[in-house]
């Protein structure tokens, strides 16, 4: 089994800051791709970020220059910071992954983001 534990959700001001990170255990070899999506209320589920082991990432237009992806590869854990926060930013954040050595994604439980003055 492949486990993924987001964390660092929460309630920020808007222009505020978050941190989250994902940690990947359990039946792991080599992760390749990890990226963030994010649901809104009533909204369908989005790409946010996305990294892939070489290190190339792709973000979500609105949240370029204020959202940064990185990965540990050595603690299998993926970050997503975001910085300039917007209410239109509040949602769900899932983090997935893929493996080399198997097919399909696997995906959090998912971390409350909330915007809101």
């Known amino acids: 089994q492949v486990q993924l534990v987001e964390s660092g959700g929460g309630l920020v001001q808007p222009g505020g800051s978050l941190r989250l990170s994902c940690a990947a255990s359990?039946?792991?070899?080599?992760?390749?791709?990890m990226a963030w999506y994010r649901q809104a209320p009533k909204k369908q589920r989005e790409l946010v970020a996305r990294i892939t082991s070489g290190g190339s990432t792709n973000y979500l237009d609105p949240v370029k220059g204020r959202f940064t992806i990185s990965r540990d590869n050595a603690k299998n854990t993926v970050y997503l910071q975001m910085n300039s926060l917007k209410p239109e930013d509040t949602a769900v954040y899932y983090c997935?992954?893929?493996?080399?050595?198997?097919?399909?994604?696997?995906w959090g439980q998912g971390t409350q983001v909330t915007v809101s003055s």
């Open positions: 997935g992954v893929t493996l080399a050595t198997s097919s399909g994604w696997y």
């Open positions: 359990g039946s792991i070899f080599r992760i390749n791709v």
